[in-house]
């Protein structure tokens, strides 16, 4: 965090409105430390990087949501299977209310994963609509979050699952994702992978995000889920059941000799639920990074693992996983 911090480039005065709103939200200092970002001027908010309107919407969350203790966090650093860690956990907590085998009205058909398990911090900077959104949803709430865990709503205590990826896959991920949501995307990819492996990207440093949620798994496994995209990839219905027992809803031997577990994973694969229309073809009212109308198909894109070898040098890739291991030394946490 130290060289982030020595490289940060200027400090921001305060002047406009939302600035001050978020100067007067934050937790300790009066001047935030930017840096020029992948797509817009990024700010240092308590060790963490993002754009100014993140920022907002960080701050605003932690002022105004409300936890519930039976709240469930689906919490992920961008790009490491948001979409398909939403849709499986909700597949799996609502299945007795929405059957998944031969199912043709099952809400994963017709709704985004991202609107079964909203954001506590999307729309940004709109945050007071979204807050009353999250009131009004039943307990208990499957919900998720960008946020890196010290920057959680103080008062969380409820249980959260963690996805993590493999960094180079997330570099490569993000880097068509913000080609495709921001418009006018400017910049090459060999400074956004400089700004990456520097700590630099959307919530990152990626591996503070990482090592604070595997901190609290380390510390309450009972309460803090520790998943991994590759591993999920390799063994989906091991996956499956585990976290089905996490959400404290076991999967019955009845159930697994009926075939469930495959249905809920055949049901949330990437080649399901990226064919669907509502998640192929249809723009969504969702508000994206650049506060524009998102298409749900963007969180879609080949769902593959090993995908950064069609992109990154060997050089790139052994740069991002020296940075990786070194800052991960000693905390038992591999990828
Ligand atoms: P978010 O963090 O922006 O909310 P997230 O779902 O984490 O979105 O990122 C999308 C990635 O998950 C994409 O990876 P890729 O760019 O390497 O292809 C997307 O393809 C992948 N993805 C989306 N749905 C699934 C799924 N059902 N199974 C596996 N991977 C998926």
């Known amino acids: 965090m130290a060289q982030v911090e020595l490289e940060a480039d200027n400090v921001l005065t305060g002047e406009e409105e939302d600035e001050s709103l978020l100067l007067s939200m934050s937790s300790s200092s009066n001047k935030l430390q930017t840096r020029e970002g992948w797509w817009t001027t990024f700010v240092l908010n308590d060790g963490c990087w993002m754009d100014r309107q993140a920022a907002m919407s960080v701050s605003l969350v932690r002022a105004q949501f409300v936890p519930r203790d039976d709240d469930v966090l689906l919490a992920t650093y961008p790009k490491c299977g948001t979409t398909w860690l939403k849709a499986l956990s909700f597949a799996i907590a609502n299945r007795h209310r929405h059957p998944v085998v031969s199912a043709s009205d099952h809400p994963l058909l017709t709704q985004s994963p991202h609107d079964l398990a909203p954001f506590i911090e999307l729309p940004f900077r709109h945050i007071h609509p979204l807050a009353a959104a999250l009131d009004a949803i039943p307990s208990p709430r ?69 090592l604070g949620y595997w901190n609290k798994h380390v510390e309450e496994p009972d309460r803090v889920l520790f998943l991994k995209y590759d591993d999920m990839m390799a063994d989906p219905a091991g ?11 076991p999967f019955t031997d009845d159930e697994v000799d009926a075939g469930v577990v495959e249905e809920v994973v055949r049901l949330c694969s990437f080649e399901k639920l990226s064919r669907l229309p509502v998640n192929s073809s249809v723009v969504a009212g969702r508000i994206g990074v650049d506060e524009r109308p998102m298409k749900n198909s963007v969180f879609f894109r080949k769902g593959k693992v090993r995908d950064w070898k069609n992109y990154l040098t060997e050089e790139m890739a052994k740069k991002l996983d020296a940075a990786i291991e070194e800052k991960l030394k000693g905390s038992g946490l591999t990828l």
Request: proline share 8%; hydrophobic share 40%; with cysteine.
């Open 142 to 210: 499957l919900l998720g979050t960008h946020m890196p865990h010290h920057l959680l709503p103080p008062r969380i205590g409820c249980r959260i699952v963690y996805l993590c990826r493999e960094p180079k896959d997330v570099v490569i991920s993000t880097w068509h994702f913000m080609n495709k949501v921001i418009e006018g995307f400017s910049i090459d990819f060999d400074k956004a992978f400089e700004l990456f492996v520097d700590g630099c990207s959307p919530f990152g440093p990626i591996w503070n995000h990482y």
């Open 239 to 249: 996956h499956v059941k585990k976290l089905a027992e996490f959400l404290r809803v």
